[in-house]
């Protein structure tokens, strides 16, 4: 295989090939030379050059590194991550399923599962990931999908992707695996038997704040199946938005480094604060999920989440001191952010559910690629001045 840079900065030289160095932005609709053409056009799943909806040549560029970079044999693009789950769940559950899903997960795909799918005939069961034998107890006769995040958002806990995938390829469920926090650098769940994988392209991917876009990759056929619904729902990646995102994966494995060990001196730096209870990142030695973290991850990541002794205010009160983390419900940027997740989540779900998900005082520190003795230096700085 080759190397992740040279997958980031060659894969797509030859989709749309021209003799401009950076891609052309396509931003334009497509005509035919004759009517088989267009027809063709009009039916073939993922297409480049037919309607922007269906699809377009940075689109496709961007498809070709994700499905390198992941390793399953195709991939697509959407306007969010949102935009990516969504349609995906719609397309493989019908009315009368049954998903499972994670305790731990991002409040949008909660939301999902909590709130939309049972409104449209479709149950669901949330367990407790860190234990592979709950997923096992919550299968059903009518069990479709699993949905699993790895790390999880924003407890930063793991999921055993082998045991998963094992128990669902064995009963005939397909999976979907949420790789956002961890990059298809630090681990590629398609090599743990994951059958798609998603992104909210937004964070690392892209890398730099200005883009919100998704993808998706696994196998053509399902895949199809996903972009019928997907061109359904209309939340098309505009070409100008996907042209940023291309260029934001260029750096891919230039970023990730940096993050993986600005995030493990943070975690580090503050887990032996008086101010924190806790910190929550996989790679730390005391974690309880640690030896499956390092036996199914190569880095862990620029995301930490951090649980204050003084709860809801104390947590505020730290954001607020920061310096270099600016307050912010996105992370993955070269600029660190930080946020109060059960304030982010709340117009994502209800309070019963945030208070099931997301302790009060806990805040998620998401690490730039700025130097990391001046990261630490503000942290533990931010965490002094409100423990006093």
Same mark, same amino acid.
């Given at each position: 295989?080759?190397?992740?840079?040279?997958?980031?900065?060659?894969?797509?030289?030859?989709?749309?090939?021209?003799?401009?160095?950076?891609?052309?932005?396509?931003?334009?609709?497509?005509?035919?030379?004759?009517? $088989?053409?267009?027809?063709?056009?009009?039916?073939?799943?993922?297409?480049?050059? %037919?309607?922007?909806?269906?699809?377009?040549?940075?689109?496709?560029?961007?498809?070709?590194?994700?499905?390198?970079?992941?390793?399953?044999?195709?991939?697509?693009?959407?306007?969010?991550?949102?935009?990516?789950?969504?349609?995906?769940?719609?397309?493989?559950?019908?009315?009368?399923?049954?998903?499972?899903?994670?305790?731990?997960?991002?409040?949008?795909?909660?939301?999902?599962?909590?709130?939309?799918?049972?409104?449209?005939?479709?149950?669901?069961?949330?367990?407790?990931?860190?234990?592979?034998?709950? %997923?096992?107890?919550?299968?059903?006769?009518?069990?479709?999908?699993?949905?699993?995040?790895?790390?999880?958002?924003?407890?930063?806990?793991?999921?055993?992707?082998?045991?998963?995938?094992?128990?669902?390829?064995?009963?005939? $469920?397909?999976?979907?695996?949420?790789?956002?926090?961890?990059?298809?650098?630090?681990?590629?769940?398609?090599?743990?038997?994951?059958?798609?994988?998603?992104?909210?392209?937004?964070?690392?991917?892209?890398?730099?704040?200005? $883009?919100?876009?998704?993808?998706?990759?696994?196998?053509?056929?399902?895949?199809?199946?996903?972009?019928?619904?997907?061109?359904?729902?209309?939340?098309?990646?505009?070409?100008?938005?996907?042209?940023?995102?291309?260029?934001?994966?260029?750096?891919?494995?230039?970023?990730?480094?940096?993050?993986?060990?600005?995030?493990?001196?943070?975690?580090?730096?503050?887990?032996?604060?008086?101010?924190?209870?806790?910190?929550?990142?996989?790679?730390?030695?005391?974690?309880?999920?640690?030896?499956?973290?390092?036996? *199914?991850? *190569?880095? %862990?990541?620029?995301?930490?989440?951090?649980?204050?002794?003084?709860?809801?205010?104390?947590?505020?009160?730290?954001?607020?001191?920061?310096?270099?983390?600016?307050?912010?419900?996105?992370?993955?940027?070269?600029?660190?952010?930080?946020?109060?997740?059960?304030?982010?989540?709340?117009?994502?779900?209800?309070?019963? *559910?945030?208070?099931?998900?997301?302790?009060?005082?806990?805040?998620?520190?998401?690490?730039?690629?700025?130097?990391?003795?001046?990261?630490?230096?503000?942290?533990?700085?931010?965490?002094?001045?409100?423990?006093?």
């Amino acid at each position: 295989m080759r190397g992740k840079s040279t997958v980031t900065v060659h894969t797509d030289r030859e989709i749309h090939s021209s003799r401009a160095v950076a891609p052309p932005i396509y931003q334009t609709a497509f005509s035919a030379d004759d009517a $088989v053409t267009f027809a063709t056009g009009a039916v073939e799943p993922r297409g480049a050059d %037919f309607y922007t909806r269906f699809g377009n040549p940075n689109h496709a560029q961007v498809a070709a590194v994700v499905a390198e970079l992941e390793g399953p044999e195709a991939a697509m693009v959407t306007a969010s991550g949102m935009a990516a789950v969504t349609p995906a769940v719609l397309a493989l559950v019908s009315a009368g399923d049954h998903v499972i899903g994670q305790k731990s997960t991002y409040g949008g795909t909660a939301s999902v599962l909590l709130n939309l799918l049972p409104r449209l005939g479709v149950s669901t069961t949330l367990v407790d990931q860190t234990d592979p034998e709950e %997923f096992a107890k919550a299968l059903t006769a009518r069990t479709r999908l699993i949905l699993v995040e790895t790390p999880s958002s924003p407890l930063m806990q793991i999921t055993d992707l082998r045991a998963v995938a094992d128990l669902a390829r064995a009963h005939g $469920v397909l999976t979907l695996a949420d790789n956002t926090f961890a990059t298809p650098l630090n681990q590629r769940p398609a090599d743990f038997g994951m059958d798609v994988v998603w992104h909210s392209a937004t964070k690392y991917l892209n890398g730099h704040s200005d $883009v919100s876009a998704g993808v998706l990759a696994g196998p053509a056929e399902i895949l199809d199946r996903i972009w019928d619904t997907s061109l359904l729902t209309g939340a098309t990646l505009g070409p100008i938005d996907a042209w940023l995102l291309l260029r934001g994966m260029r750096t891919l494995a230039l970023r990730v480094p940096r993050h993986n060990d600005n995030g493990l001196a943070l975690a580090e730096a503050l887990s032996s604060h008086p101010a924190v209870a806790r910190v929550h990142y996989p790679s730390l030695a005391a974690a309880a999920q640690h030896r499956l973290a390092v036996d *199914q991850m *190569q880095g %862990f990541g620029g995301v930490l989440s951090v649980e204050f002794t003084g709860g809801y205010e104390m947590a505020d009160a730290f954001l607020s001191r920061l310096r270099y983390s600016r307050r912010s419900a996105s992370l993955g940027g070269v600029e660190s952010l930080a946020v109060h997740p059960a304030s982010m989540w709340a117009g994502m779900l209800n309070d019963d *559910q945030i208070t099931d998900a997301v302790p009060a005082g806990l805040v998620r520190l998401a690490a730039g690629t700025a130097d990391t003795a001046d990261l630490v230096d503000d942290a533990l700085a931010a965490a002094d001045a409100v423990s006093i």
